[in-house]
């Protein structure tokens, strides 16, 4: 499976720039993620996290044309599914691409799961424009946070033998999905281990 960098068909082209990002947990510590972007370029090999697919290997980097366009692209597999190729644009202005989470860090964002839960909001849409804002956000503390809250409200209703939602369901499987994954690369460790050291600070909590 061949897809461009929107996670669509071939013969759309995205762009990405180069930024950082400073964010705080809720006990005032400082993460500094760098997502390096523009004219800093990966290496064959490299592994990097790549938005809705998660993580990903630079298989190779190639000058290639698309709609008529003549690029050089960052050629990559998923890392868990090497069939599914994806190309991503070195020069662009809003980038897909970042680098996996320091151990530092993801030791940090481990601890926002320390933290009580958020609010839940009663009414669905209203859970599900939050979930998106803090989806479209790339921030990882604020990503933890919101699972961290989903998994305590589903807790809580299995303990009164009660289900949480299926879109609630759905939203945590995804994102937990991409989350654990990052952060097992993070700690040597595999998802399922990483998911089991989350839950594990929660219910200690």
């Excluded at 090999?45 to 298989?59: E, L, W």
Aim: charged share 25%; proline share 2%; with cysteine.
């Amino acid at each position: 499976m061949n897809i461009l960098s929107n996670g669509v068909a071939i013969g759309m082209i995205t762009t990405f720039k180069t930024y950082k990002l400073k964010s705080l947990d809720k006990k005032g510590h400082t993460i500094k993620m760098v997502f390096t972007r523009g004219k800093t370029m990966f290496s064959i090999g490299d592994k990097v996290f790549y938005g809705a697919h998660g993580v990903c290997v630079v298989q190779d980097i190639q000058e290639l044309t698309f709609s008529g366009q003549k690029k050089t692209y960052y050629i990559l597999h998923s890392h868990h599914d090497v069939s599914i190729r994806l190309y991503h644009p070195v020069e662009a202005k809003d980038s897909k691409l970042s680098q996996i989470t320091t151990k530092e860090a993801a030791e940090i964002i481990l601890e926002t799961f320390k933290n009580p839960p958020d609010v839940w909001y009663s009414r669905m849409n209203e859970r599900t424009q939050h979930y998106q804002k803090v989806i479209e956000s790339k921030n990882h503390i604020q990503i933890a946070q919101m699972i961290n809250t989903i998994l305590r409200k589903k807790y809580e209703l299995n303990k009164e033998d009660k289900d949480l939602p299926s879109h609630d369901l759905k939203i945590l499987e995804q994102v937990t999905s991409l989350f654990s994954e990052e952060l097992a690369l993070s700690f040597n460790l595999t998802a399922k281990q990483v998911m089991e050291k989350v839950e594990e600070i929660i219910l200690a909590n």
